[in-house]
């Protein structure tokens, strides 16, 4: 995981930016200027009220990530489009590949992505694994082109498959299973 800067915008209340430099030099000019608020290190606890994932696909996509009220159009692209999301590859701390995501699990009231299915395992579709991890857990990481996470293989390997094949679907035992195992509090209903 990557070290973060929230910066606060002083023309507009209540808006923040998230950027990888201290310096903030990719945050859009004409809604600053930002003056840096803090510094989020790799290992400290993510209290920001947005998932560590969004934010870091927000840079990714546009070199920042702005969260609060806007009183101006952006051309900036805050959200990334689910297809850009399946389909990339996971890795532990160590830069190994330990899976690849399949789905996102969306909670239909809120439209918030509470949890991931990845994939691994397998050659040609046989044999493929699926299992079930927080969308919270994870971080995108530009060198890797992937998500990176502090879950391990064996933690993947271990948990409960919530959603996978067309045999399991989630129900609330399920989902109380995958709380229980990833520590989880519950967000919302699925």
């Known amino acids: 995981m990557r070290t973060y800067y929230v910066f606060q915008s002083k023309a507009e209340p209540g808006l923040r930016g998230f950027a990888e430099s201290s310096t903030g030099e990719a945050l859009p000019a004409d809604l600053g200027p930002w003056a840096l608020a803090q510094q989020i290190g790799p290992d400290e606890e993510w209290n920001q009220g947005i998932s560590r994932a969004v934010v870091a696909a927000g840079i990714l996509e546009n070199g920042f990530y702005l969260s609060g009220p806007v009183n101006r159009a952006t051309s900036s692209h805050p959200v990334i489009e689910s297809d850009r999301v399946e389909g990339t590859a996971v890795y532990d701390l160590h830069a190994r590949q330990i899976g690849t ?43 890797l082109e992937g998500y990176r996470t502090d879950v391990t293989e064996a933690q993947v390997q271990g948990a409960p498959a919530f959603y996978g094949d067309d045999t399991v679907w989630p129900d609330r035992r399920r989902e109380q299973e995958m709380r229980d195992y990833w520590h989880d509090v519950p967000r919302g209903p699925i």
């Open 101 to 143: 995501i399949k789905r996102l699990l969306i909670e239909k009231v809120s439209g918030r992505v509470l949890y991931v299915d990845v994939t691994f395992g397998g050659f040609f579709g046989l044999g493929v694994h699926h299992h079930t991890i927080p969308w919270d857990k994870l971080s995108y990481d530009k060198e």
